[in-house]
Each structure stands twice: as structure tokens, then as C-alpha cells.
């Protein structure tokens, strides 16, 4: 169990301000999740099963294949107007974007 004391300890560190009700709260939560992996832990699961738990197994790469890396192309390469490092967007009829019909003032 994770005591109130533990609690405003790590706080502290994080650099955050708990009020006591925050802190009792935190405990109890942070006391579950630790029960609960003690207790997916203990779990006995026959030799090559799963407990279903997560994505299946990706599939099996023949040797050498190298997956794309979806950063090969820079973004300037596919976007309408990308300068300086940002994507360039037009501003929304209501800031007085160019497709604005008169409906700020």
C-alpha cells in the first residue's frame, strides 16, 4: 500500500501542490494499480499462450526488410504551403480569412 506520506513525497519531487482530500485519493488509486499488477503477476498462464491482453503478434519480416520510414519524404514535399519549418493554413472566416463573406466586423 501507498501511504499519504509516499504521496506528498512524490509531489514534492513532481513539483505539485495536493490538498489532503487529493492526496488520500491519490493513495487509495495509486494502492489498486499496484494490487492489480501484483495480481496480472502472479497470473499462470500455460507455456506459449497469451493472456489475450494487447495487439496480436506483428507479422514475421522476411530477413533484410527494412519497414518504410514514414519521415523518408520531408512534409514541404507534400503539403499545399509549408514555410519556415510550419504548415502554412488560412485563417478561419471569423479571424477574417480570405474566404470570409462579410460575416465579421
Known amino acids: 500500500m501507498i501511504t499519504r506520506e509516499e504521496i506528498l513525497q512524490i509531489a514534492n ?4 501542490r495536493l490538498t489532503d482530500s487529493e492526496s488520500e485519493d491519490l493513495s487509495h488509486d495509486l494502492s489498486q494499480i499496484l494490487e492489480y499488477v501484483d495480481t496480472l503477476a502472479s497470473l499462470q498462464v500455460p507455456q506459449g499462450e497469451r493472456l ?17 520510414d514514414p519521415m523518408a519524404h520531408p512534409p514541404a514535399d507534400f503539403a499545399p504551403d509549408f514555410r519556415e519549418g510550419f504548415f502554412v493554413v488560412p485563417s478561419p472566416p471569423s479571424l477574417g480569412g480570405a ?7
Not at 13 to 16: D, G, I, T
Not at 55 to 67: D, T, V
Not at 99 to 105: A, E, M, R, T, W
Open 99 to 105: 474566404d470570409d463573406q462579410g460575416g465579421s466586423s
Open 13 to 16: 519531487l513532481a513539483r505539485l
Open 52 to 68: 489475450g491482453m494487447g495487439p496480436p503478434q506483428a507479422p514475421e519480416r522476411a530477413a533484410g526488410q527494412i519497414p518504410p
